[in-house]
């Protein structure tokens, strides 16, 4: 049972509540990104604990790793990885597409070799939909073809003949096998940078008919006004009564004037990589924590946070433990930055109820700043 | 303020309570290691979330990086890594003495070279008392001399005369500097494998009058039954109503056999250090959970233990976290041990409270194999 009800706008952002198989989503939601059945350096049952209700899952990695099988036979990957929330999967294709060198596109699907033995498969639009089912998925992603930036519109347009193609394979497919099933199912946007392909992509899928529309193939090095501008067209081509998931994006910025084109839902790794790495978001911008201006600062990682982190330890201790090369490091920063971004959803959220999400996002751009003029 | 009472006793095993600056320690107790300011893999926020009353710090570590003055001005070890449990640190001492080519000892004290970058350091008794008290230790361990195994007896007897030497002058500088201060200390016997040199080594530490007595130079290759003869011999010449701590032991099956001649406390790196190399410890022995037999093991690490690891998570799925070499898999297999550990403490302090101490070490011991006859 997949539902979504909007339930406040405010002038194009959108509150509202998605709700599949007894999962309840306050939108508009970020989706951490639990690559092998676990967010890095932060296990399920801890995401939980920083309220996340929903998190993302990387079908081309557990395809490889355990193995979809594995993953039924264990129940699925709710009961497999100790998690109680949502599970949303990508279709892979990313990461296939991202391969480069190891991948080959047919008309029937797309062979590839894995990063991790070399050992060649092959995934078709049905097969993917059966790997995530097999992962007992609460939302599946049709399988597409990302078109790489900068492309032709010959090269877009063609690309998108074979996305929309394999989207309506995915339909049929799900139809057929298990049309009531708990793994519902998105179609996702693609045309590159070009308009028409926007439209014709978002009215195409529309007119097959998904659970909820994506939109993909940006944030993949174009400029930002074009980012925005892409996504602002095929917000407006698609109904508002679904669920609308920008894939992959983005900063906290990106994320802010990304709601204010009408965006429910969000996944991306930098929170949790650049957390990984050192970065630490603030709602004045990010900090580099592990930079020795940091070494005697016993303020919170963000000042204006109450996270567990923030209200337990102090940037000092954390620079050290980078520093030391503790693990430790990783665990604290991952959790703030996640909780970091969940808390900017939800106060998006509450702005949106009251109306005032254009000033909302005004005062947050203007005080948060992308890159710290102090980084280092 | 640092008390001490024994409650009960069953044949030589005691359980008491240790009460130092607020902090209620029952005991037998195990320590975890907390070697820069945080248990590897285990931030102090989470493992106070597994009940453990007192971590373990490591002076030699901390006093290079972050340093103790940093910590001081921070507000001393408690506060800079945000944990309101005891802690004990040690000298340096083992650590020092473990780098081998880096380090002269000398009647003032010992000379070592940084592990980190090469840097020339100089450790005295007083100047290791300083730092365990500028770090805000509630319980700061003598330098010592800890005689490798194995010695002859002409060297176990030279490390014993500079051990009681630093021993009697680190009392002095505490007498000295500050006699009523938050930090207790702690004497430690040495002797090696010598009953007569242990038997003397601890009448002299008594009578400098200790908060506590260590039983150190143990664990360090010597045939396990000499090392519990000589754990006993130190019990044996140690006053009733102090604590004793077994330092750096051990397997379960050593501290339960250790808690049967009468050690209090212990500290070990095993649960730590082997859990993040995959191996796990339940009730009838370690098992190397990233075994191949492990993949579809659908039972928790241990199935008869009620920690958070084992009431989320499977054999199977931290299984696959460390083939996928996720960090998610050294937390759970960390926070699993550690709870092992401290839940086999407690459950052997409550045979002590029922006087059925011999029965519960028997039952455990004829249960629990060293090592898996299925190890790999």
Redesign the interface.
């Known amino acids: 049972m997949l539902t979504f009800h909007v339930e406040h706008t405010s002038s194009h952002a959108r509150a509202g509540t998605l709700l599949v198989n007894g999962h309840t989503i306050p939108t508009p939601i970020f989706m951490p990104v639990g690559t ?10 801890d995401l939980a604990l920083l309220g996340a209700p929903i998190v993302l899952g990387n079908t081309y ?1 557990l395809y490889l ?2 193995g979809a099988d ?1 993953v039924r ?3 699925g990957l709710h009961r ?3 998690w109680n929330g949502a599970i949303l999967t990508d279709s892979g294709g990313y990461q296939i597409f991202s391969l480069q060198k190891l991948r080959k596109i047919v008309a029937e699907g797309v062979r590839f070799r894995s990063h991790l033995d070399g050992s060649e498969h092959f995934f078709t639009p049905e097969s993917v939909y059966d790997i995530q089912t097999a992962l007992g998925s609460d939302i599946a992603m049709v399988l597409d073809v990302c078109t790489p930036y900068p492309a032709t519109e010959n090269q877009a347009a063609e690309d998108l003949r074979v996305t929309l193609d394999w989207a309506r394979r995915s339909k049929q497919h799900q139809r057929e096998t298990c049309p009531e099933g708990p793994t519902h199912l998105f179609g996702i946007i693609q045309g590159s940078v070009y308009a028409a392909l926007r439209r014709q992509s978002a009215e195409a899928l529309v007119s097959v008919g998904f659970d909820g529309y994506a939109i993909g193939g940006l944030s993949v090095g174009e400029p930002k006004d074009l980012m925005f501008e892409m996504t602002r067209i095929s917000t407006d081509s698609l109904p508002s009564d679904h669920p609308r998931y920008l894939m992959g994006v983005g900063t906290p910025a990106d994320i802010v004037r990304a709601i204010g084109t009408g965006v429910d839902m969000f996944d991306c790794v930098l929170p949790t990589r650049n957390g990984r790495n050192g970065m630490a978001f603030t709602w004045s911008g990010p900090i580099p924590v592990k930079a020795a201006r940091y ?2 600062d ?1 303020s919170p990682l963000d000042p204006d946070c109450v996270c ?1 982190v923030c209200s ?3 940037r ?2 954390v620079r ?2 980078f ?2 090369r ?3 490091a ?3 920063t991952t959790r703030h930055n996640l909780f970091f971004y969940l808390d900017l959803v939800r106060r998006a959220r509450a702005a949106i109820a009251m109306d005032r999400y254009d000033q909302f996002a005004a005062d947050f751009l203007s005080r948060y700043a992308e890159v710290s003029s102090a980084n280092e």
Not at 36 to 45: I, Q
Request: proline letters at 10%.
């Open positions: 092998a059945g676990s967010v890095k350096a932060l296990p399920p049952t990695h790793r355990p594995l036979r264990a129940g497999f990885s100790g070494a005697e016993f567990p337990s330890y102090t000092a201790y050290h433990l520093n030391a503790e693990i430790a990783m665990m604290l």
